[in-house]
């Protein structure tokens, strides 16, 4: 006991700065996930066929690649391609555009447990079917897709170690860890750390979203 | 007791299923080379069973640490499918000493001692330099060759000193000696800690980097890979490496540093030195085996 408490006094400026790290990468992906996955989600569910198929053709894209892979594109193979791509822009847009895919499949599905009654109703009445989806069908389709969202939230939380152990090589608190690791060799105290700082983020995203859920949860 | 739930033994049969194919998924991938080349004419030695040597001439082949993309030291060539270098010929010869396969299987700055540690591998020839710290966890034989620390910048580079690392971002692989060594040479410099230098190779050539710091003999290896890049000479640490043997085992680590000393003897590390490393560099840069004992390289890199 005496040596778990002895690692995190002595680097508790590492585990922090790691934390940070992990915790702005994982705010700024999550915002381009909410943006673009909300963007694609409204392309898959538009009325025009082939605004269907860029949607499709996003969430495969971006869905059915590894994310490690699409890591080494978006950074070593930019950066091979002539445009001197930052570490920080590849990881969040990798983690962002990467988790949208699939915050925009969650949302799809929200979108289809809104009856196509409304739709009609709305359209009927003369709204436009951009403003038929913000105002009518989005925030229901949101409401019910909080929960999926929390899982995905916190799958993104986890992934986002796979951007610190790539060749995009941000501090964050994985590779926080791994360094203290290799100076101390304290393999179970320093990892035992590293998983309370990931439990951090991703115990306070689930009271997030369960706050959400009780807020704007339709009773039923 | 006789009458055990079934649910035990279907988990067993799963579980041995799942080992097995695991097993089968082990012996074809890529962390493990089976070595064709032919064995060092050196004399084969009968240990008794109780030794490690004794168990590694049981199981017929002897697993060795080395690295798989750090030429001209341990590198995984791409056209004969073989591991080869420096690190690899001594694997070689020291398998050879006990009559058995050497299976050489990736073990990076970051991994070795772990998997030393829990017995995946028998031996570490991955360009480890000897330090104290490392010393508390294995033990270490006595150095077979010394590398110097130094900078690797793209040519034409403003960074010509140590001290120009300051502000420029560097590369190193985790878990390093570097680690520690470029935080207090150049407190400034932003370093970028990846696990295999080959990545360092990646962002210095896209100039996600600026520059990297490690081993001369790792640097030239990327320099003879891409000649747009330069070496500084520097050499500003001295870094011992010595073959890491599991913590205590003193039978194994006289055998590992006879075993040295006669690869030093017989001319076969001036063949190996002459074959991975000095064709390539100017002949007053050099060197002949260490002259250096591993109490002395140990105090290089004090706890």
Known sequence: MGELWGVLEEHLP??????????????????????????????RVAPARWLNRIGGVYVETFRNVPLLVLLIIMFAGIRRGGIAIDPWVAGIASLGLYTAAYIA?????????????????????????????????????????IPALSSLVIAMIKNSAIVGASLVALPDLLKSARQVQADTFQTTEVFFWAAIGYLLLTVTATLVFRHLENTYTIKR | MECK???????????????????????SDDEEAEDSAEAPDVAVEEFPA????????????????????????????????EVEGFDVDLGRYIAARLGVEPVFREANSDNRIPLLVDGTIDLILSTMTITEE???????????????????????????????LNGNRVCTALGSTYQETIKEEAPDADLRLVDLYSQCLELIQTDAVDAVSTDNVILTGMVIQD????LLGLNYTEEPYGAGIPDGDTEFKEFVDESVQQYIDDGTWEASYEEWVGQYIPEDQQQGPPDITLEEALKL???
Do not use: H
């Not at chain 1, 009654?117 to 951009?130: F, H, P, R, V």
């Not at chain 2, 739930?5 to 012996?27: E, K, M, N």
């Not at chain 2, 490690?52 to 056209?79: C, H, L, R, S, Y």
């Not at chain 2, 060759?145 to 034409?156: E, H, I």
């Open chain 2, 50 to 81: 109780d030794t490690t040597m004794g168990a590694i001439q049981e199981a017929g082949e002897m697993n060795i640490g080395v690295k798989f993309d750090v030429p001209p030291f341990g590198f995984n060539n791409p056209q004969s499918g």
């Open chain 2, 227 to 230: 000649e747009t890049l330069e």
């Open chain 2, 134 to 164: 490392r010393d508390l966890e294995i033990d270490f034989s006595e150095p077979y060759y010394v590398a110097n620390g130094d900078v690797l910048v793209p040519s034409g580079s403003d960074i010509q000193a140590l001290d120009d």
């Open chain 2, 301 to 303: 890199f004090p706890l």
């Open chain 1, 105 to 145: 499949e969650a949302l799809r599905s929200g979108v289809f447990a809104v009856g196509k009654g409304q739709i009609d109703a709305a359209l009927s009445l003369g709204l436009t079917y951009g403003r038929t989806m913000r105002r009518i069908v989005l925030p229901q389709a949101v409401r019910t897709v």
């Open chain 1, 14 to 43: 590492e585990f922090a700065s790691g934390l940070w790290v992990t915790f702005r990468l994982v705010a700024a992906s999550f915002l381009i996930a909410m943006v673009v996955g909300t963007a694609v989600a409204a392309l």
């Open chain 2, 5 to 27: 739930p079934r649910w035990l033994l279907i988990a067993i049969a799963v579980a041995t299923l799942f080992a097995s194919l695991a097993l089968t998924a082990c012996g």
